[in-house]
């Protein structure tokens, strides 16, 4: 069970408002690269690929390289921009033994129930050496996240979400080990006006379990700072990289 529904509401939302463009998203472009290696005939699993962002991308960027993008919500797949996206989960990813290269998980590994389980599955799925690339905002990494700015109540349901130290426990469990862990930024908006505008509570998970005061009033700051505040609005998320 995730935290939040992934119905069709929600993934109407996300698809709205949380499709990132290649020009947002040059440094994610190049850290992935690094990690990745990719090459022709790779095959990548997306895991919880959501309405198919990252798949996509991974796609134009990437020549000859083989998505397989795997999301358990149904209003999730039926939006998906990127096709084939097969139903499963990371306990449950419907792959055959040592048939993928590198996993990529994107802001999902706070919904996932069981990480020693995900972990065992995904040890399973990859070839030997292949890495596992998790994109997340971690328990206790909120500094760098505009909304949390103005929504402080949300860094306490970040909290609730995995530590690096978790993960990297959960899945040390299933012989994997830490090779590489940064925080790289991303455009999220060109300006804060943009992003107030944008906003759609559905499509972020702390922003659904914070109460409905709290986010009205989080709302208000926000609007109130995007009439003064120009330039770009930036976030970073961290990347950990486990093999
Ligand atoms: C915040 S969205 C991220 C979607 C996509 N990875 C992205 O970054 O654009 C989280 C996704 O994780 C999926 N999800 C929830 N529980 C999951 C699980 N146990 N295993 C894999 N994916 C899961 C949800 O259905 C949802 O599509």
Known sequence: MARIAYDNEDAAAFE?????????LVAWREAISR??????GMRVLDLGSGTGMWARAFTAWYDGVEVIAV???????????????????????PLDDASVDAAWLSTVIHHVPDLTNAARELRRVLRPGAPVLIRSA???????????????????????????ADVEAA?????????????????TAP????????????????????TDDEYTAGLARLHRAAETETGAVVDSLDLLVLR
């Open 16 to 24: 709205a408002s949380r499709h990132l463009i290649d020009a947002e």
């Open 35 to 40: 990690h990745l290696d990719p090459r022709p």
């Open 71 to 93: 999301e358990p919500s149904e209003a999730m797949r039926a939006r998906s921009v990127h096709r084939p996206v097969v139903p499963g989960d990371a306990e449950g990813v």
């Open 138 to 164: 971690f328990a206790g990494r909120h500094h760098a996240i505009t909304l949390f700015r103005y929504f402080p109540e949300a860094v306490r349901v970040l909290d609730t979400y995995p530590s690096v």
């Open 171 to 187: 899945f040390a469990t299933a012989g994997f080990a830490p090779a590489g862990f940064e925080q790289v930024p991303q455009t």
């Open 191 to 210: 300006s804060l006006r943009e992003a107030a505008t944008r906003l759609r509570r559905e499509a972020h998970t702390p922003l659904q379990l914070i």
